[in-house]
């Protein structure tokens, strides 16, 4: 099941520019985690918060966490063309399933140059 | 793409032909996972295996079987009885379950017509 979802769908940026996107979800969560996908490969872990932190930072990526909104918002500051490619945000929550890291459907951000 | 290997990058099977899709791993990690990704959607979780010989039913399990005799391999069946296999299929991998980043590898994008 998709308890995450991003906003917004698409982006697109100039190169020099902040990024924003939004996660928000549905039930109480362990973790959020933030994840990038480049077109056709597999995703490359950025970022972990934990439900007790409300910000975290990774070079230019800063993470934000309010659980009280149940939402995350994933900030790219001074953005370049590299950094074109599909961010996720993934909570760790039972489902259905058991237990289950569920992804949301992402944000796609074009920077150009 | 981390330690985690996937082959091959591309596949092509005719309807009603079985196809095994091959992840290794050598990070030494207890869990690994296969997710489903359809264009424009998120992550899909089949199936997951926290240990050696033992693994779980994701949200989509059906149409799909894996086995998990070794800690470093995780191969996952399509059978026939799936009804929609084109897709692209990603591995995964984490140290543990609960609060770990999870690796992924290339991905497998498998075609059947």
């Known amino acids: 099941s998709q308890q995450g979802e991003e906003d917004p769908q698409a982006l697109s940026i100039q190169e020099g520019e902040n990024a924003t996107m939004n996660c928000s979800y549905k039930t109480s969560i362990n973790n959020l985690q933030w994840y990038r996908q480049n077109s056709g490969r597999g995703l490359v872990h950025l970022i972990l918060i934990r439900s007790n932190e409300r910000e975290k930072h990774s070079g230019r990526l800063r993470v934000t966490l309010d659980t009280s909104k149940k939402s995350s918002s994933l900030l790219i500051t001074a953005s370049r063309a590299a950094d074109t490619a599909s961010y996720f945000c993934?909570?760790?929550?039972?489902?259905?399933?058991?237990?289950?890291?569920?992804f949301g459907k992402g944000t796609s951000l074009l920077v150009t140059p | 793409d981390g330690g985690i290997t996937q082959s091959p990058k591309y596949l092509f099977r005719k309807e009603g032909q079985n196809v095994t899709l091959s992840c290794e791993q050598n990070?030494?990690?207890?869990?690994m996972y296969w997710y489903r990704q359809d264009p424009g959607q998120g992550l899909r979780l089949i199936y997951y295996?926290?240990?050696?010989?033992?693994?779980q039913k994701g949200d989509i399990a059906e149409g799909y079987s894996v086995s998990r005799e070794k800690k470093e391999s995780f191969p996952l069946t399509v059978t026939s009885a799936q009804k929609n296999p084109t897709a692209f299929y990603l591995c995964?991998?984490?140290?543990?379950?609960?609060?770990?980043?999870?690796?992924f590898g290339p991905g497998t994008r498998l075609t059947v017509t």
């Open positions: 990070l030494n990690h207890d869990a």
């Open positions: 295996s926290q240990i050696v010989n033992d693994f």
């Open positions: 993934a909570t760790d929550a039972d489902s259905n399933s058991g237990y289950a890291l569920n």
């Open positions: 995964a991998s984490s140290a543990g379950l609960a609060g770990y980043e999870q690796y």
